[in-house]
């Protein structure tokens, strides 16, 4: 159970839009809707940007929005805050166990 | 408010054994999946349990099986983590997490309570 592939960092001046990929397998990503994205900081548990791919649960911003195509899935970040200045994992359900979970090896998002 | 609050994470011998608990409040525990992520230190989030909501089914990743056990405790909202044959590579903060959505993603996180595995 390899963790998904994800940029170790990403890098953008408030105000930009950038864009984390999040790369699996026919196995995860690309087996189902399952897909969802965590942003978290420093010495702060996870908290839940996406869900089902580019479901948003109540609460969290409109600049964050999530798709898929084939095996990788994407968050867009758009509008960079500092606030946004974190970590952020994907999550997807894999089949390579039975309903069992695998995070991204996450990306730390630096507002320059 | 839903919240969850983990406790019992301590510093451990190598091979020794540990029970972390999560205690569940404002949500109607017995209807949620109940998983238990953690993160070594620097490191990134990894998922390491699961179980149902009567306790029936437990998930876990390869590398906690035959050392790490998932119960519950309907009657007390509560979620364990039994932790035996303990490694230097399983000191992390421990999360208890679940989903109020309906769905697989977790919405509602605790802390975290801390284990190190260290002589």
């Known amino acids: 159970q390899s963790a998904l592939t994800q940029p170790a960092s990403v890098s953008g001046s408030p105000g930009q839009s950038i864009t984390i990929s999040c790369s699996g397998t026919s196995s995860d990503v690309g087996a189902s809707n399952y897909v969802s994205w965590y942003q978290q900081h420093p010495g702060r548990a996870p908290k839940l940007l996406i869900y089902?791919?580019?479901d948003r649960p109540s609460g969290v911003s409109y600049r964050f929005s999530g798709s898929k195509s084939g095996n990788t899935a994407y968050l867009t970040i758009s509008g960079l805050l500092a606030e946004d200045d974190a970590d952020y994992y994907c999550y997807s359900y894999t089949t390579i166990s039975v309903s069992t979970y695998v995070f991204g090896s996450g990306t730390k998002v630096t507002v320059l | 408010e839903v919240q969850l609050v983990e406790s019992g994470g301590d510093l451990v011998q190598p091979g020794g054994s540990l029970r972390l608990s999560c205690a569940a409040s404002g949500l109607t525990f017995r209807n949620h999946w109940m998983t238990w992520v953690r993160q070594a230190p620097g490191k990134g989030l990894e998922w390491v349990a699961n179980i149902n909501q009567d306790g029936s089914i437990q998930h876990s990743v390869d590398s906690v099986k035959g050392r790490f056990t998932t119960s519950r405790d309907n009657a007390e909202n509560s979620v364990f983590l039994q932790m035996t044959g303990l490694r230097a590579e399983d000191t992390a903060v421990y999360f208890c997490a679940t989903s109020t959505t309906g769905t697989s993603a977790m919405d509602v996180w605790g802390h975290g309570t801390t284990v190190t595995v260290s002589s």
């Open positions: 089902e791919v580019s």
